[in-house]
């Protein structure tokens, strides 16, 4: 759920016929510049099918959002070698709801096609994607969904991502046993979904007492500093419920306690994994893959070729949400999911992307 990046896009070069025109194009570059952020231009060929889509990223707190980006860069790079030259304009906020929303507004006086957010608030944007769709701009939120009925949504359900993780957590305890939970930021609309997920599951097992439920803000040295203190004052805990990054500080914690016995969810990222595998963690861990949003950027490019979804294929509250799997990591996979990424950055995060042409499939 978590850094910011430089923005990304396919590069293509274009010969002016006079140098007047050139001066303005140069102007126009820099006001660009200027008033959206980060960003980088990319005019399209002569010809080209082109596409400009900006993406907002709401949060520079982990190296999962640099990734997540950065795969948004390569879907775009894919649809190059297709013959679409996609400019991607990319602004970051530090958890600033309204600093996020003028960068939608911007994008769309930018005069993007289409814009791709991962959101700081399920809520707040509604009245900015009204004017964006009055305006004929597409918008796709991802990672975290949002109420706007003038909004899709392409990525993982949330919920069902927490649900999973709780539901093998508790059959690791047989169905009994005291827990905790760790969870995120609290107030951001992913954290609360993966809330509603895992209470849902426990609900369902008279035998599982939830002792607490804290906060460590997706962040690893919250995650230790908080999983020690819940040891502290629980010392016949058992397991534990945690997300993201934050279960490598928790994980440092137990193995610091020396509590071989407690069964706690895990993390994706290679260096946790590896980990994992020396120290004979009992844990399981839901992929959010920050390849979300190169998913989202594939759908937002059919959708823009004027294509139609098929029936059946958007759910959710709204009937706007297409749902990518959500793959699972435990005792039985985790070699296999391990041999891949060993010699990634130790940052780096199991991922997933919906391809362009399994983007294709969804549509007429």
């Keep these: 759920m978590?850094?910011?990046?430089?923005?990304?896009?396919?590069?293509?070069v274009r010969v002016f016929k006079n140098t007047a025109e050139s001066t303005m194009r140069t102007l126009l570059k820099r006001f660009a510049l200027a008033t959206i952020g980060l960003s980088v231009?990319?005019?399209?060929?002569?010809g080209a099918e082109s596409y400009r889509i900006g993406l907002s990223n709401g949060w520079v707190g982990s190296e999962w959002r640099t990734q997540m980006i950065e795969e948004a860069r390569a879907a775009a790079a894919a649809w190059k070698k297709q013959g679409v030259d996609i400019e991607l304009v990319v602004q970051s906020s530090d958890m600033d709801v309204q600093g996020q929303i003028a960068a939608v507004r911007n994008f769309i006086n930018g005069r993007v096609q289409a814009v791709i957010i991962n959101p700081n608030s399920p809520t707040a944007f509604d009245p900015i994607f009204a004017q964006a769709k009055a305006r004929g701009v597409l918008v796709i939120a991802t990672d975290s969904e949002v109420t706007s009925k003038d909004a899709l949504y392409v990525g993982i359900d949330q919920k069902a991502w927490a649900a999973q993780s709780a539901e093998w957590l508790a059959k690791q305890l047989n169905g009994k046993g005291e827990i905790v939970?760790?969870?995120g930021v609290p107030g951001h609309p992913a954290n609360q979904k993966r809330i509603e997920g895992y209470r849902a599951v426990f609900a369902k097992y008279p035998g599982i007492k939830v002792l607490n439920e804290a906060n460590a803000n997706w962040d690893q040295a919250q995650g230790q500093q908080t999983m020690q203190t819940l040891l502290a004052t629980y010392p016949k805990l058992q397991g534990a419920w945690v997300q993201d990054g934050m279960a490598s500080g928790a994980w440092r914690a137990i193995s610091a306690a020396g509590r071989k016995d407690i069964v706690a969810t895990g993390e994706i990222r290679t260096d946790f994994i590896a980990n994992w595998k020396k120290s004979g963690y009992k844990t399981g861990a839901s992929v959010n893959p920050p390849g979300v949003m190169a998913s989202a950027l594939n759908v937002a490019v059919w959708r823009l070729k004027k294509l139609e979804f098929k029936d059946g294929v958007l759910?959710?509250?709204?009937?706007?949400?297409?749902?990518?799997p959500i793959p699972f990591i435990d005792a039985t996979n985790v070699d296999k999911v391990y041999e891949p990424i060993k010699?990634?950055?130790?940052?780096?995060s199991v991922t997933s992307v919906v391809?362009?042409?399994?983007?294709r499939a969804f549509f007429k």
């Design 315 to 324: 759910k959710g509250p709204n009937k706007a949400a297409v749902y990518v």
């Design 41 to 46: 231009w990319a005019a399209p060929g002569a």
């Design 181 to 183: 939970a760790i969870n």
């Design 355 to 359: 391809s362009i042409d399994e983007a």
């Design 2 to 12: 978590g850094a910011a990046s430089q923005a990304g896009g396919t590069a293509t």
């Design 343 to 348: 010699n990634k950055p130790p940052y780096y």
